[in-house]
């Protein structure tokens, strides 16, 4: 019979805090859009749907949707006797994925409009950004022991290093063309993205990838990671697009 690593109560209960927190920030920021004139509310808007997606999937995960089993075996190697197989059965909240795919992008859309970037360049950032979470699912479901697992892992932290790359590099670049104020906002907020972002590969290689945190971990670590890459940069964004008139993107 396999070990069983599935969700228990502490994890389902965090899903269903997450999921409130996504309503209300969802409802919030959509009022905040409403205050003003249309001609201000990309950012809002962006936002807003960002939230709208993590609410839709955390009600997914919370009512045991969005998931699926990862049947993995070990091969334990011995001397003189034949090998012995383990058998771990382990949930992968594969809805995360879906997720990730949509609002990582518009995210990035965010940042890409604050600080001004160019076409071709929010294209490339948002382009890698998939890669990045779509060879995170495939590293998700991989055969335990096979090569592929871990180097799809490496392709997505190759692909998120081309993200930072845009962002950061030419992001602070073209920043420095608009005013101080905006430009500051920018570093401050973007950096904030940047250590957010940088705790995920870390959760999934210990948690989904080298399964050292149980379910109910990673759902708690993620949860923390997912209130602060989504509520909080977004009032911390639309705050301060509404101090910052300079903020404005006339998109
Ligand atoms: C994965 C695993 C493969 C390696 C890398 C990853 C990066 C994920 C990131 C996710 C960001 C998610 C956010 C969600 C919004 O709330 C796919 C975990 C590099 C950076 C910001």
Not at 3 to 23: N, Q, R
Not at 92 to 103: E, H, M, N, P, Q
Request: aromatic share 12%.
């Amino acid at each position: 019979t396999p070990k069983l690593e599935f969700v228990g109560h502490d994890g389902k209960v965090t899903l269903w805090v997450v999921f409130v927190i996504m309503v209300i920030a969802s409802a919030v920021f959509a009022a905040m859009a409403w205050r003003i004139p249309v001609s201000n509310r990309l950012y809002h808007v962006i936002t807003t749907l960002i939230t709208i997606f993590a609410a839709l999937s955390y009600f997914a995960m919370a009512t045991g949707h969005g998931t699926a089993v990862h049947h993995i075996t070990l091969r334990h190697q011995h001397k003189h006797v034949p090998d012995t197989f383990e058998h771990i059965d382990r949930q992968i909240f594969w809805a995360r994925y879906v997720d990730w795919s949509l609002t990582t992008p518009l995210l990035l859309l965010d940042l890409s409009l604050l600080a001004g970037l160019s076409g071709a360049h929010v294209l490339m950032a948002v382009i890698a950004d998939v890669i990045m979470i779509l060879t995170g699912l495939f590293a998700a479901f991989g055969s335990e022991g096979t090569p592929q697992k871990w180097g799809w892992y490496a392709i997505a932290c190759i692909s998120y290093l081309v993200v930072i790359w845009h962002l950061a590099i030419n992001g602070r670049a073209q920043v420095s063309n608009k005013s101080p104020k905006v430009a500051q906002f920018f570093a401050s907020i973007a950096l904030f993205t940047l250590v957010v972002w940088t705790a995920y590969p870390i959760v999934w290689g210990i948690a989904d990838g080298g399964r050292i945190v149980s379910v109910d971990g990673e759902i708690i670590a993620y949860a923390v990671l997912d209130i602060l890459a989504k509520p909080v940069f977004g009032f911390w964004l639309l705050f301060t697009h509404a101090n910052i008139p300079e903020t404005n993107v006339g998109l």
